[in-house]
């Protein structure tokens, strides 16, 4: 069974600060996806990344995909309140195996 | 942009009655995936449809079935419900060619938040 181990598990920063949540596994996937979870709605998909060492941004967040694709890391600059939420990482394995496994998510509260 | 569509978004049924689930995937999107998210955890993989084929089953109980149709809606069916069935339901889609040429990328519902009495 694949894991994805997400760390930390819960954050409250202040409005202005920067941080970084990590998403870890000891199997190679094909490709990572993070989401972006509000309560009792699905989750939004925020970036896929395929290629190991890959960086992506979008606006204030950073993404990065692991050289062995095994690891990826979000990186939120000057975080806003509008940031709270649920923060998933997915791997998918590729393959015939078309499931994404999910890791148990970063719960971020930003306060202002 | 069109996303993927879920009906009921809520749904409230007492133990050992069914319930039907439909999911409508983003258009031309042909894979329709359903996953199970109980209260504090992260999705947990149900089932996939390819081409309106079966292609992979993850923690689904016998008590579950599903189908794709010839218009590639899904749905989930659910009997003798338990009262741990409840949870919130949610149906994602992709197309082989995804976003920017990546496989698989899944897009997910809103969700169907069933609830077992």
């Known amino acids: 069974t694949q894991l994805l181990e997400q760390s930390p598990q819960f954050l409250s920063i202040q409005e202005g600060e920067n941080l970084t949540v990590y998403c870890n596994s000891s199997?190679?996937?094909?490709?990572l996806q993070w989401y972006r979870q509000e309560p009792g709605e699905g989750p939004v998909l925020l970036v896929t990344v395929v290629t190991g060492g890959e960086v992506k941004k979008l606006k204030r967040l950073t993404f990065q995909f692991g050289d062995a694709r095994k690891d990826s890391s979000l990186h939120i600059t000057a975080a806003q309140p509008g940031d709270t939420g649920l923060y998933l990482c997915?791997?998918?394995?590729?393959?015939?195996?078309?499931?994404?496994?999910f890791g148990k998510g970063t719960l971020l509260t930003v306060n202002p | 942009a069109a996303g993927v569509i879920q009906s009921p978004r809520h749904l409230i049924k007492e133990k050992r009655e069914t319930a039907t689930l439909k999911c409508y995937p983003i258009p031309r999107h042909d894979t329709v995936y359903w996953y199970q998210q109980g209260p504090g955890q992260d999705p947990q993989f149900l089932i996939s449809f390819y081409e309106k084929m079966q292609s992979d089953k993850g923690s689904i109980p016998d008590r579950f079935s599903a189908q794709q149709f010839s218009d590639y809606h899904s749905e989930l069916n659910m009997s003798s419900l338990e009262l741990g069935d409840s949870a919130l339901y949610f149906c994602?889609?992709?197309?082989?060619?995804?976003?920017?040429?990546?496989?698989?990328?899944?897009?997910f519902g809103p969700g169907t938040r069933l609830t077992v009495l």
């Open positions: 997915a791997g998918y394995s590729g393959g015939s195996n078309y499931k994404l496994t």
């Open positions: 994602a889609s992709s197309s082989p060619f995804g976003l920017a040429g990546v496989a698989d990328t899944q897009y």
């Open positions: 199997s190679v996937f094909s490709s």
